[in-house]
C-alpha cells in the first residue's frame, strides 16, 4: 500500500519522506488554510520534493470552472494530481481532465455508487472518507471493502486512495483491505510505530544494561 500524507506541511511532509514513507501528498482546501500559505506557492514546494502524485483541489463548483482550475493547478508541477469533488460537475471535470492525460483525484466519495461512477469517468484516484463515515456511525472501513470488489470485478484501473483516516487501525484495515494508497496525517503515520510492549520491553532492556556496567562505543 502507498503511502501519502495528508496535509501542507512542508516540515512534516520533509521528515516522513527522509524515512522514505511517502509516496504522494493529497491536500484540500482545508489543509492549505490551516498552513498559512499561498496555495501555488506550497504546492509548488511540495512537488519539488516528493515525485509521487501530490493533489491539488479545486474550489469552482461547475464542472467549466473546475477544469480551468484545473488547467491551472496543473501548471504547477507534472505530477500534480487535480482534486475534484464527487458531483456530477466534479465528475464531467474528472472525464475532460484525464482526457488530457491528467492525473484526476475525485474526493469526498461516501459510497460505492459514487466510487462507480467515479471509475467510470476514468478517475485516476477516488478518495473514500472513511473517518467522517465512522463519524455518523457508519463503518468506512465497509466502504473500502465493497469498492475494492467492485474494481475488482470489472479489472478498473482508478486507485483506491483511503483518506479521512484518523488511525493507526485504520491504516492496518486499509492495507488488509487492499486499498491502492491511504492519506494519513503525519501524526497517524508516526503512531503506526507505537506499542505498549515495544515500550516496555525497552525499559526492561535499558534497566538489565545499566546493571552490567558496560559501554558499547
Ligand atoms: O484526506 C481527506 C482528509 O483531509 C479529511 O480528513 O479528518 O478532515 O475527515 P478529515
Redesign the pocket.
Known sequence: MKFFV?TADVDAIRELHDLGMVDGV?T?P??IMKSGRDIKEVTKEICEMIPGPVSAETVALDAEGMIAEGRELAKIADNIAIKVPLTWAGLQACKVLTGEGRMVNVTLCFSANQALLAAKAGATFI?P?V??LDDINIDGMDLIAEIRQIYDNYDFSTEILT??I?SANHMKEAALIGADVA?APPNVIKSMASHVLTDKGLDAFMADWAKTGQSIV
Open positions: 495528508d493529497t484540500n482545508s489543509l478518495s472518507f473517518g467522517r483518506a479521512s484518523r492519506t
